[in-house]
């Protein structure tokens, strides 16, 4: 079974840093791009980052680049997002999700798992 | 980046009736489009992928259709546990993005 347990969140002040991690389990978790989408409360879902499964590749939503950075660790079986300089805009529910590997697009996929999603909440 | 509107922001079906979502892009997706299933306090999951396939495990009840810009999500007979938020998301191109949602609600 997959499995993705996100952790990390939690309340900050604008301006701060929070690290997140995604932990993976019931798959082979070095050969799947993952993703990092997030919920503001009462909101709709917004992409937030993507990571290759090698880390050779690896894109922003605007409204974050510069900001947060999304790397992976494959020996431990774990997704991350550091998230700095945080804006109250940030506050959401982060998902990590893994990428399916078939019916792609020449570019990009849909996330075929999601994890239960962790806080953050930015606000002073 | 491509818009992807989804309508109507909200639903009110009667068990065992038919419910109709829409969603639109701004662009043509081919068929670069998903449907995710969200209930309250939880996290989305997969419904369908390709515009019209449906995941593993997902009732023969929901149907997905649809190519280019415009795509439905049919739920033919609606159940219980059907009532959600439903959002559609393209993955035709960077950035992914999703539609607003549609809530489906008892009527």
């Known amino acids: 079974e997959v499995k993705l347990v996100e952790s990390g969140g939690g309340v900050v002040q604008p301006g701060g840093s929070l690290r997140l991690s995604c932990a993976a389990s019931?798959?082979?978790?070095?050969?799947?791009?993952m993703t990092w989408v997030r919920q503001a409360p009462g909101k709709g879902l917004e992409w937030v980052s993507y990571?290759?499964?090698?880390?050779?590749?690896?894109y922003y939503s605007d409204s974050v680049k510069g900001r947060f950075s999304i790397s992976r660790d494959n020996a431990k079986n774990s997704l991350y997002l550091q998230m700095n300089s945080l804006r109250v805009e940030d506050t959401a529910v982060y998902y990590c999700?893994?990428?399916?590997?078939?019916?792609?697009?020449?570019?990009?996929?849909?996330?075929?798992?999601w994890g239960q999603g962790t806080l953050v909440t930015v606000s002073s | 980046e491509i818009v992807m509107t989804q309508s109507p922001v909200t639903l009110s079906v009667s068990p065992g009736e038919r419910a109709t979502l829409s969603c639109r892009a701004s662009?043509?997706?081919?068929?670069?489009l998903a449907w995710f299933q969200q209930k309250p306090g939880q996290a989305p999951s997969l419904l369908i992928y390709g515009a019209s396939i449906r995941a593993t495990g997902i009732p023969a009840r929901f149907s997905g259709s649809g190519s280019g810009t415009e795509f439905t999500l049919t739920i033919s007979v609606q159940q219980s546990e059907d009532f959600a938020v439903y959002h559609c998301q393209q993955y035709h191109n960077w950035p992914l993005t999703f539609g607003g949602g549609t809530k489906v609600e008892i009527k």
């Open positions: 999700a893994r990428d399916s590997t078939f019916y792609c697009s020449r570019t990009s996929c849909f996330s075929d798992s």
């Open positions: 662009q043509s997706i081919g068929s670069n």
């Open positions: 019931g798959f082979t978790f070095s050969t799947y791009s």
């Open positions: 990571i290759g499964s090698r880390s050779r590749t690896i």
